[in-house]
């Protein structure tokens, strides 16, 4: 069963000067962990927006819990709970105003729903009659979703819930949206972060707007066809533009600490042949090892092609 369908969604702005979607369509189904993966610009917040009812898309249709996101939207908005990107519950509200608050809107109360959120409340109960403005980056986030969570909602949208917070609050965040999943939510959770990719079921990637990919995190990394290498030397800036102009080389980005580089012919000579060339070049400590692609990497190959 899908409980979220889009067929060839777009949304402009500007008087359809500026494309944010374009043609988009996917599906998540019941009970799954889905991810939408892109950089800021990529139409995420639209589609989430979209499919919250918050927004009408300029063509195509969608449905959530098999139901029309333009004609239905009331029904929609009783049975999702969506965590904008930007904080947005009420600052000068304690955290136990905020939760009553958002239960009141759905006619329940916190106590009804304890046990949907009470692994993440258990954190915020000691800051329980602290204002929300002035809870930290993780604890404003455990509140939202908390709030999310309140009414007991069938599928939660997240859109880029971990921006902007530390590691750490990141990681338990992750680990509090696979507890959520094994009591059935269904969840879609978009972000900027390539490394979170790994933690969803299923993810498409997209960018200006439109879908590259849509599947596994491992089949995704899978489909990746060449070899790959990473590539460091003294000089890291003058070692990119020497990779970028060196004929034996497809593609060069910069990733932290290496560079990830392809060859345009697989032969295994070309390892020796580049760390010659870069030898030429005057780069000292140089280091060339195959390694394996990660979703970044499949997201910039996919651009590029």
């Known amino acids: 069963m899908k409980d979220v369908i889009l067929n060839n969604i777009s949304k ?8 944010a979607v374009n043609a988009v369509s996917f599906h998540v189904d019941k009970g799954e962990l889905f991810g939408l993966i892109g950089p800021d610009g990529a139409g995420k917040t639209s589609i989430f927006r979209i499919l919250t009812t918050l927004l009408l898309p300029n063509g195509g249709t969608a449905s959530v819990n098999g139901f029309d996101v333009v004609k239905d939207y009331k029904t929609i908005r009783k049975n999702v709970g969506y965590m904008p ?4 519950l009420y600052q000068d509200l304690s955290v136990q105003e905020n939760l009553n608050f958002f239960a009141s809107i759905f006619n329940t109360s916190v106590k009804e729903n304890y046990d949907l959120i009470k692994d993440i409340y258990i954190q915020l109960e000691p800051f329980k009659d602290r204002r929300a403005g002035k809870l930290s980056g993780g604890m404003k986030q455990k509140l939202a979703l908390c709030c999310a969570l309140i009414h007991r909602p069938t599928i939660l949208f997240l859109d880029e819930p971990t921006t902007g917070v530390d590691v750490v609050s990141r990681k338990e965040f992750w680990e509090m949206l696979k507890r ?6 269904t969840i879609l959770v978009s972000t900027p972060y390539m490394d979170e990719a790994t933690l969803c079921e299923r993810i498409a ?9 849509i599947d596994t995190p ?17 000089n890291m800036g003058s070692l990119l533009q020497d990779l970028k102009n060196t004929g034996i080389i497809k593609s060069c980005n910069a990733f932290g600490a290496y560079h990830h580089v392809t060859f345009k012919d697989n032969n ?6 580049l760390i010659r060339v870069l030898e030429e070049k005057q780069h000292t400590n140089i280091e060339l090892k195959p390694i394996t692609p ?9 651009m590029e092609d």
């Open 205 to 213: 990637l997209i960018q200006d707007g439109r879908i590259m990919s």
């Open 85 to 88: 990107g930007r904080f947005s």
């Open 218 to 234: 491992e089949n995704i990394i899978g489909k990746f066809s060449e070899s790959l290498f990473a590539v460091k030397s003294d």
């Open 180 to 185: 959520l999943k094994q009591q059935g939510i």
């Open 268 to 273: 295994q000579n070309m390892n020796e042949k």
């Open 12 to 19: 402009t702005y500007n008087k359809g000067i500026v494309q």
């Open 294 to 302: 990660t979703i970044e990497d499949c997201f910039i190959k996919l």
